[in-house]
């Protein structure tokens, strides 16, 4: 019988884990919740820093696909998971030799932090609706006019003790940069306010590109987070925070708030680990078998992983790790 | 009949109101040297400042509250720097931080 390899998740790390492991000539079953593949990119916009079209890369990617043999279903959840193989939510079981998670990240959900009032007040938003509205080629205020006014606040669902997230999801500081940037070019008229606890830049061309949004296009930089959101009688937000480089409170109204959202654990990390004896980290995250030589084997002989599902990671990232745990999984149905 | 003096008084709000400020000046001195824009707040211009160990001057705070419309008192403090430019030697954005305090001056001189 030939070796069967299941991938759980059809984002981009598990379509690049595919990929490459069917070049290797074994077979692939790649596994997608939703009825298409491509995992959060779907919804995303341009890619930091260079501002590539998400499109870009998922279209690269899906043709690849398409001509290499490994096959893929759509609308499949995967319920629990174990060394064998999987069961699907319709229960269905498919036997595997190699199992490889890559069912990367869930999206913070902002009306946790109900002193924002995203869901409650209006012309409050998230990067995620951003995107969207990026996509839909229309950035604008409820009632549909232009923002003149316009504030970011960076960690929303991250480092923050109060949500349970202590974790720094890492991508959200350059995204709130990516996305200052776009509106500052749609909107030049538009004073662009970005609040800040720790500004993390750190991959290449971050750092350059957070200057960028200083010098040239003007944005600024508040350090201090916003502690509260309330409407104001005209139907914008006035929003209050320390200014801590002055040792100032300081509050402002703007007609967009936007919420720069965090990366989640997902629910079913807790699951696949009581299934298949794998070790959650403190965040929730999968825990990989270490961070250096063994960062895309689980804990569990025959259970790998790529991508989001261990650590909030960039595209680049989840690619690169994709093809390192193709390797694994190749190395290891060789031993089995 | 006198009014009774209780010795209260109102205190002045501290906050930054951003929606009050007039912030044309900040605007003018931000398009003049955009690069004051990229000011991390990392102090080494303030911890190293001559007249900042011998006085209350704050130049990394003045420069800020100026930036944020906040104009009172900001020419006096200036006043304080003698301008030996150690503060431009450490800068790790490399501002003209000598420069900002001229143009300060030169744009609140008459505040």
């Not at chain 1, 951003?130 to 205020?141: K, P, S």
């Not at chain 1, 923050?160 to 999801?169: A, G, L, M, P, R």
């Not at chain 2, 709000?13 to 040297?33: A, F, G, Y």
Request: proline residues 3%; hydrophobic residues 40%; aromatic residues 6%.
């Amino acid at each position: 019988m030939a070796r069967r390899v299941i991938i759980v998740g059809g984002g981009v790390a598990g379509i690049q884990t595919a990929l490459t492991l069917s070049q290797r000539g074994i077979p692939t079953l790649l596994l997608e919740r939703e009825s298409e593949l491509g995992g959060k990119l779907t919804g995303w916009h341009k890619l930091f820093p260079s501002f590539t079209p998400a499109h870009e890369v998922l279209d690269e990617l899906r043709q690849r696909l398409n001509g290499s043999g490994v096959e893929v279903r759509t609308q499949c959840e995967v319920c629990h998971v174990e060394r064998s193989g999987v069961t699907l939510a319709s229960g269905e079981r498919l036997a595997a030799d190699a199992v490889v998670v890559t069912t990367g990240f869930t999206l913070f959900d902002a009306r946790v932090k109900e002193e924002y009032g995203y869901g409650i007040y209006d012309n409050v938003y998230t990067t995620a609706d951003i995107e969207r509205m990026l996509n839909e080629g229309r950035v604008a205020m409820r009632d549909g006019s232009a923002p003149r006014r316009i504030a970011f606040l960076h960690c929303v669902g991250s480092r923050d003790e109060k949500v349970c997230q202590h974790h720094c999801s890492k991508v959200c500081c350059i995204t709130g940069v990516k996305q200052a940037m776009e509106l500052k070019e749609m909107f030049p008229e538009a004073d662009v306010f970005n609040f800040y606890m720790d500004i993390r830049m750190f991959g290449p061309g971050y750092e350059e590109m957070y200057r960028d949004a200083q010098q040239r296009l003007n944005i600024h930089f508040v350090r201090g987070r916003i502690s509260e959101a309330s409407p104001t009688l005209d139907g914008r937000v006035q929003i209050k925070a320390e200014d801590t480089l002055t040792g100032r409170p300081l509050k402002m109204s703007v007609d967009m708030l936007i919420l720069i959202i965090g990366m989640r654990s997902n629910a079913s990390n807790a699951v696949f680990a009581a299934d298949a004896g794998l070790q959650c980290q403190p965040s929730g995250f999968l825990a990989p078998r270490d961070l250096f030589l063994h960062n895309t084997e689980s804990n569990v002989g025959g259970i790998f992983y790529a991508g989001a599902v261990t650590a909030p990671k960039n595209i680049g990232e989840s690619l690169s790790e994709a093809v390192v745990a193709a390797d694994r999984v190749t190395e290891y149905l060789k031993r089995a | 009949m006198a009014a009774m003096n209780f010795g209260f008084g109102i205190n002045r709000p501290r906050v930054i109101d951003l929606d009050r400020n007039n912030l044309r000046k900040s605007d003018e001195i931000l398009r003049e040297m955009p690069e004051l824009q990229t000011c991390i707040g990392c102090g080494a211009c303030t911890a190293l400042c001559t007249a900042g160990n011998l006085t209350s001057f704050n130049f990394r705070r003045v420069h800020t509250l100026v930036r944020r419309g906040e104009y009172e008192g900001a020419y006096e403090e200036m006043n304080k720097c003698m301008l030996c430019g150690k503060c431009r030697l450490a800068c790790p954005r490399g501002i003209n931080t000598r420069g900002v305090v001229m143009l300060i001056k030169r744009k609140l001189g008459d505040f």
